[in-house]
């Protein structure tokens, strides 16, 4: 953490800070928004069934039994502002405003833990996976940046991260052009690919995303994870649909 202050330090006297939602000036790069974008932002307080939206008190409670994952979510994605820092991440390289989200999220998982019960420096964090045409169009992956800050505003070490072990074996079409759930689940369908297996066995695991929508993405992605033996699966996302 000291590190990565430092850094920010140097950063901040190069680089003007600004909000990573608005262009609004700020204190500091190290958490770039501003303080209207940020009480813009409601903060979530419980879990989620992935399936219908329903409010879940713990992860003993599903509604939806059938789901191989239990949702949580930082904060509501119709916003703005939650749009506008999505937007920046994935399409503006404004990798900064994933110290945002990372942070939102780390405190989002502190919040929640009577609720999961995950002790994160014992998980496996995986961020969800993109192709390498993606990744080579946009340079990095979203959700690996957002991964980074949320262990590091946790405290976790990136060891915790593994972003190697699940690989996006076919490119796919965006998700935001398939006009229907089904649509979304046949683009998806069988294009992540485990590398080894063994290292979720009998883990429980956080997978991390910057939005979850239809959940597609993570349905197909935990169950490749349950299959390897994957315990419980928590899919922590910046903000939710």
């Keep these: 953490m000291r590190v990565h202050r430092i850094f920010s330090i140097i950063v901040d006297a190069l680089f003007s800070p600004q909000c990573a939602s608005c262009d609004a000036p700020v204190k500091t790069n190290f958490f770039p928004i501003c303080d209207n974008c940020t009480a813009s932002l409601l903060p979530y307080t419980s879990l989620f069934c992935p399936h219908c939206g329903n409010r879940l008190p713990s992860f003993l ?5 059938e789901c191989a994952y239990i949702l949580g979510a930082g904060t509501e994605f119709n916003t703005p502002v939650a749009q506008s820092l999505v937007h920046a ?11 945002v989200m990372g942070k939102f999220i ?10 999961h019960r995950l002790n994160a420096a014992t998980c496996i964090i995986v961020p969800v996976p993109t192709s390498r045409k993606h990744l ?7 959700a690996v940046c957002i991964a980074r800050e949320f262990a590091l505003f946790s405290g976790i070490s990136e060891a ?9 074996a076919r490119t796919t ?5 398939c006009v ?10 069988g294009s ?3 590398k080894n297996g063994t290292i979720v066995r009998d883990k429980d695991i956080i997978l991390i995303d910057d939005v979850h929508t239809t959940g597609a993405t993570m349905r197909e992605l935990s169950l490749l994870l349950k299959q390897n033996g994957a315990r419980k699966i928590l899919a922590l996302v910046f903000a939710k649909t």
């Excluded at 080579?136 to 979203?142: E, F, K, L, M, P």
Aim: include cysteine; proline fraction near 2%.
């Design 173 to 177: 079409k965006s998700q935001t052009e």
């Design 192 to 194: 992540f690919a485990m």
């Design 106 to 115: 780390a405190e989002y998982f502190s919040r929640t833990f009577p609720m």
């Design 136 to 142: 080579r169009t946009r340079g990095y992956n979203q």
């Design 89 to 99: 991440l994935k399409y503006k390289n404004r990798k900064y405003a994933a110290t």
């Design 180 to 189: 229907s759930v089904r649509e979304r689940k046949e683009n998806i369908k």
């Design 160 to 168: 915790a991260i593994q972003n190697n072990i699940v690989i996006k």
């Design 61 to 65: 409670s599903m509604c939806h039994k």
